[in-house]
């Protein structure tokens, strides 16, 4: 059984950052893309960073480019996203997700399973 959990996030003014973490287990790790999601009040949930954990390929949103660092650690069966330079309109759930292969970027829709989400709040 596939298993993502989020943590990280908190409360954290303009301008600064956060390390989310995505722990995952239940699966052969290096064989799936996981991704960072994220949905605001009233809004869709959208992509905003995804690894393919095999060759460290990455992916982002234009949005958070240059700003937020996606990474992973196999050993530990982990993705981290740094989330830097924080601005008011990063606050939303986060979310972590899994997808079996390679190659999808941030197409949500590739995206089987899912974790429980992350509050991150950038107040202004």
């Known amino acids: 059984e596939v298993q993502l959990q989020a943590f990280g996030g908190g409360l954290v003014q303009t301008g600064g950052s956060l390390r989310l973490s995505c722990a995952a287990s239940?699966?052969?790790?290096?064989?799936?893309?996981i991704g960072w999601f994220r949905q605001a009040p009233g809004k869709e949930r959208e992509g905003v960073s995804c690894?393919?954990?095999?060759?460290?390929?990455?992916d982002y949103a234009d949005f958070v480019k240059g700003r937020f660092v996606i990474s992973s650690d196999n050993g530990k069966n982990t993705v981290y996203l740094q989330l830097n330079n924080l601005k008011f309109e990063d606050t939303a759930v986060y979310y972590c997700?899994?997808?079996?292969?390679?190659?999808?970027?941030?197409?949500?829709?590739?995206?089987?399973?899912w974790g429980q989400g992350t509050q991150v709040t950038v107040s202004s």
């Open positions: 997700a899994a997808a079996r292969g390679s190659g999808y970027g941030c197409f949500k829709g590739y995206y089987a399973d």
């Open positions: 690894i393919s954990t095999s060759d460290g390929e990455a």
């Open positions: 239940g699966f052969t790790f290096d064989e799936y893309a």
